[in-house]
Each structure stands twice: as C-alpha cells, then as structure tokens.
C-alpha cells in the first residue's frame, strides 16, 4: 500500500479531542491616513469574517477528511460561547462533550488587516483559574466520551485557563487508565511540555522548541539538541518539530537516529492560519488508523503544505489531498 492509499484509512475513524475553544475573529479594511486621536493607522471597515479556531479548526478538519470527532472543551454562556455551539451544530459534530459555564469567559482573537498589513490583534483568553467544580464537570464530560476512539487530541493553546499543571497531569493518568490502547497525540505550549508525560506523541513548532532554550541558530545540532532535551524531560514515545518552509525532525524514544523530512513546499504560502490544525488532525487520524508514526508525519506535512497554498480556512475532502499529493510525487 502507497503512501496515499494510506489516507483511506482514515474515513469513520473517531478522534477524541480535547482542548481550548477560541473564536476567530477578522477585521479587514484600507487606511489612508493616521488618526487624528492618535499616531496610528486609521482604518476603514471594509468586511470582517468569524469562526471557530484552536479546536474548532482541527474539529472540522477530522470530519472534512473522513473522520468522526468527539469535542470535549468549556465555553462561556456569552455572544462567542454562543457562536462556537452553533457552529458546532451546524457542521453535525456531537456537541454533549461542550461544557457551557456562567462564569467562563470563551477566548477570542481579534485580527486587524488594512491593505494586506496585519496592523493589530486583540486578545481574549479564559477569565483567571477555573474553580476544582468547574474541572470536575469537565473531566465527568471526557469520562463519557465514546468507548470506540482510535485516538485521542490534547491540544493546549496557552489561552490561560483549562490546562492548569495539576490539571495536565490528572487528565494523563485518567485517559492512560480509561483508554489504555488509545494513543494520545498532544499540542503543548513551549513552556509546559514536559508535563505531558509518557504520551504517544508531541508535536512542537520548531522554531518555538528552540526558544524554549534560548537557541539563536537552527541547524541538526543545535535542532537535536532541543528535541532530546524535550523527549527526554517529556517521557514521550515519539516528538515531532515542524515548521513549514525548513527542514521537520521526528525523535523516537526507541530509536536514537532523528528522521529528518525535507518541505514539501513549492509554491508561495497564502496563509498560516490551518496549518499546525491540519497538521494535529492528520496525525490523530493517522494513529487512530494504525498508519505508522513516519508515514503519520508525511501525511501531516503534505497536509499542511496543501493548507498553506490555500485560501485561509479552507476545509477539504481526501480525495484533494491524495489529488496533491500524487502531482507532487510525480513532479519529484
């Protein structure tokens, strides 16, 4: 079996994910002139587009490429926790996996272009720590997910609220034991990777991991370096640290040489937006599929290359994908 006959494999495999909620917001416009308030850009609103990020992007991912996704994740009872469940019904995703909590606030980014310039972004993360009765309801929801999995997402986006330390490590005990043959794939940030513990999988950006050490140049060495210290902290069977326009490096617990994947990308990149989404939702199918964890990786990265030439958000069947992938196999 080729490599793209691979991706068939995927279709009705369930993926449990957990994670921050987060709507996406764009404000797009010109400017012409500086403010007459302040020495800033004033822009003019043209048009502006939402939807759901962080999860809700990987969420609809899955499901576009054959998947079946099981959402676990906490919103607020406000204008964007309202937003992210319609959105979520409309797209036919199970939905009794959402926590809705008078006293969250749901995250949202706000993004300000004028004349292809990003000129600002606003931010809104969860509103301060969540209360133990808050974390309780959340993991009896994780609790009730389907037995069926094939593998499970943990994808922490840094937005200041479900992911608290103790909170990370309860959770991986908990699903080691419910689950136990189910791999578990996560997204950590750069500063709390090594509490994700003895999971299956850790996808980090590259350039982010070696910040986390305070590396300047990134070359194998000094790439290596970072990925040993992560795997080695972290416990994990398999890391992998990508960044779309250079080289991509996967470590192995059980293996001590670092496969190195050469970009794919030929073409000029349209948007970032998708693309770390694409990259987790492809690897949690790839898993759930029982593909092996090298091919799981290639199938990722020709994914997000796929993303990256795109319009922003773009959702696509396999079929696409294999379609890209057989015209850049063939054009080596």
Known sequence: MTLVDEI???N????LVIGDALVD????GYTDRISPDAPVPNVKIEDSSAYIGAIGLVIQY???LGGVPEVCTIIGNDFEGEFFLKKIKEIKVEFSGILVDE???TPQITRIKAMNQHLLRLETHYNGEFPQKIRDKFTDLIANAPKDLGAILILDYGLDGIFEDVFIQKLIRFLKEKYRNVPI???PTKSNYFLYENVDFIRMNLQKALDTFSIDCCNDTSVTIAGKRILNSSKCKNLLLNYLETDSFLFSSEVEKVEK???FLKQPVRSYVAVGSVIMAVLGLSFASGISVSDGVKLALYAATLTATLPPVEFYKAEKLQGFMLTEMNEK
């Not at 009705?12 to 993926?15: D, E, H, L």
Request: aromatic share 22%; charged share 30%; hydrophobic share 40%.
């Open 62 to 64: 899955i499901q576009s």
């Open 25 to 28: 917001k764009y404000i797009f």
């Open 8 to 10: 068939s494999k995927w």
């Open 261 to 263: 994947f050469y970009p």
């Open 103 to 105: 006293k969250i606030k």
């Open 185 to 187: 794939i996560a997204r």
């Open 12 to 15: 009705g495999k369930k993926v």
